[in-house]
């Protein structure tokens, strides 16, 4: 079983598809390397590029304000993405470069092991999910896989392009939040 940092010294080495030829840095992800909850989105953006942070760009202040909502910060959750390099001109990733990548987010998640996943987004939520999944549908509903809580819900710069998606965004951070205090409730009762 590998440790996050050997991880992300496979991942800064990763040439496995042609994103790392135009990445600026790779963005491995951040947080808490014990999280109960994980944020994944599909791909670094500009700001994200630069720096090597997930999210903190004007869609990662609005996440951070989202998981502030829920009384967390983000130094107790963990934030990733699909792609560990941004795609040219923020389009979305290309399926390859994702089949590429996404080995990485699942040694990730068996490294974390968190009890919560939030999709965020339909690429992240189709390729954690359901490749099927229709995000307008089915976001804001639980679903359990390997058992992990995961919910799909908008990504933070389509709330950001569409002030509609605002009110179901912070509506499934209530849930998510909702969700979390009873795994901890029933964390407490077992103990």
């Known amino acids: 079983m590998y440790t996050l940092e050997e991880l992300k010294c496979f991942v800064y080495g990763c040439r496995k598809c042609s994103l790392h030829e135009g ?3 790779v963005v491995f992800g951040q947080g808490n ?3 109960d909850i994980m944020f994944i989105g599909e ?3 500009y700001y994200e590029d630069r720096e090597g942070l997930a999210f903190i760009g004007p869609a990662g202040q609005l996440l951070t304000k989202a998981i502030e909502g829920i009384e967390l910060t983000r130094e107790e959750v963990y934030i990733a993405n699909i792609v560990k390099c941004r795609p040219p001109n923020n ?3 290309f399926k390859e470069e994702m089949e590429a990548c996404i080995p990485y987010l699942r ?3 068996k490294i974390i092991k968190p009890k919560i996943i939030v999709a965020l987004g339909a690429i992240s939520s189709t390729n954690i999910i359901d490749e099927n999944l229709k995000i307008t549908k089915e976001r804001g509903k639980w679903h359990c896989k390997k058992g992990i809580w995961i919910m799909p819900t908008y990504h933070p710069s389509a709330v950001l ?3 509609f998606k605002k009110r179901p965004f ?3 951070f209530k849930k998510v939040k ?3 205090k009873e795994l901890r409730e029933d964390k407490n009762e077992n103990r």
């Open 178 to 180: 909702e969700k979390y």
């Open 91 to 93: 389009r979305n990733p």
């Open 107 to 109: 040694w990730q998640v």
């Open 170 to 172: 912070w509506e499934d």
């Open 23 to 25: 990445r600026t840095k």
């Open 33 to 35: 390397p014990h999280a």
């Open 43 to 45: 791909g670094p953006g």
């Open 161 to 163: 392009r569409d002030v």
